[in-house]
């Protein structure tokens, strides 16, 4: 069983900052993507950063040169950190990873998403 855990979620104002995190636990033998998503109310889920086991990253443009994503040293754990927010980054953040479990192909894994709400 595969669990992504996300924390950091809150209440700030505009120009604030933020850091989410998420942990992958379980029977893991790989992670190759992993990343952030959010979905505001009435929007669709949206891509907000991603970043390969390498450590190659990408942004959507808007939170370009504002966001930062990387990954823990154990590579289970990825972190979002969210500076010069704004009220449009309000949303529920949900953390993404494609993981192989020993003996299936790599499937996509989703976090139960943290609260990110920004006052203007």
């Known amino acids: 069983q595969v669990q992504l855990v996300e924390s950091g979620g809150g209440l700030v104002q505009t120009g604030g900052s933020l850091k989410l995190s998420c942990v992958a636990s379980?029977?893991?033998?790989?992670?190759?993507?992993m990343g952030w998503y959010r979905q505001a109310p009435g929007k669709r889920r949206e891509l907000v950063a991603i970043?390969?086991?390498?450590?190659?990253?990408n942004y959507a443009e808007s939170v370009k040169g504002r966001f930062t994503i990387s990954r823990g040293n154990a590579k289970n754990t990825v972190y979002l950190q969210m500076d010069s927010l704004k009220p449009e980054d309000t949303a529920v953040y949900y953390c993404?990873?494609?993981?192989?479990?020993?003996?299936?192909?790599?499937?996509?894994?989703w976090g139960q998403g943290t609260q990110v709400t920004v006052s203007s």
């Open positions: 993404n990873a494609l993981i192989r479990v020993a003996g299936v192909d790599p499937k996509d894994y």
């Open positions: 379980g029977s893991i033998f790989s992670i190759n993507v």
């Open positions: 970043i390969s086991s390498g450590g190659s990253t």
